[in-house]
C-alpha cells in the first residue's frame, strides 16, 4: 500500500467535512449517550452504558483513521493527468474478454471509492490490474474465483 493517499479536492473536502463533524457532533451525541446510560444506575450491569462506551470507541477509531488519511493525502487534478496510461483518475471503459461485457470506471482513492458512482479504488484487484495499462492491451486481474481478463477500450478524464 503506498504511503501517500491520493485524492482529488473535492474528495479531500468531503473527508474534511466528514472529519469536522465527527469531531464536533459525533463526540457530542457520543458524550450524550453515555451521560444518559451513566444516570441509569449501577455501571457494572448496565448494558447501556457499555454499548455507548464502544461507540465512542468506535467514533474515536473513525476519527483517528481519518487523520490519518487526511495527513497523507496529496491533492491531485486532472490537468496533471496522463491518458495515454491508466493512472488514478483515469475513467476506463474496459471489456470483459470471456463475456464481452463493457464496463466503465473512474479509478480513485480508498477514501473516495463508490461502486454506486462508478469509483473503484486504485488499491482493489480491478485497480492494481488496470493501473499502467494503455489502450488495447489485456489486464489481468487476479480474483479469488481466478483471473479475468479485460481489454483497455478507451482512457478518459
Given amino acids: 500500500m503506498s504511503t501517500y493517499n491520493y485524492m ?3 474528495g479531500y473536502d468531503k473527508l474534511k467535512a466528514e ?3 465527527l469531531k464536533t457532533d459525533g463526540r ?6 453515555i451521560a444518559e446510560a451513566r444516570e441509569k444506575g449501577d455501571l457494572s450491569e448496565n448494558a447501556e452504558y457499555d454499548a455507548a462506551k464502544d461507540a465512542q470507541g468506535l467514533l474515536e477509531a473513525k476519527i483517528n483513521g481519518l487523520e ?18 491508466v493512472s488514478i483518475l483515469s475513467k476506463v471503459k ?13 479509478l480513485v482513492s480508498e477514501t473516495e471509492a463508490s461502486i454506486k458512482e462508478k469509483k473503484i479504488s486504485i488499491n482493489s484487484p480491478i485497480g492494481q490490474g488496470l493501473l499502467g495499462k494503455e489502450v488495447g492491451e489485456i489486464a489481468e486481474v487476479q480474483t479469488p474465483k481466478g483471473t479475468i481478463k479485460f481489454k483497455i477500450l478507451d482512457i478518459s478524464i
Avoid: C, G, P, W
Fill in 8 to 10: 482529488t479536492q473535492e
Fill in 19 to 21: 472529519l469536522t463533524h
Fill in 28 to 33: 457530542k451525541e457520543a458524550a450524550a449517550a
Fill in 68 to 85: 490519518k488519511s487526511m495527513a497523507n493525502a496529496r491533492i491531485i487534478s486532472v490537468d496533471d493527468i496522463d491518458t495515454s496510461r
Fill in 94 to 106: 474496459m471489456e470483459n474478454v470471456v463475456s464481452k461485457k463493457t464496463f466503465e470506471y473512474k
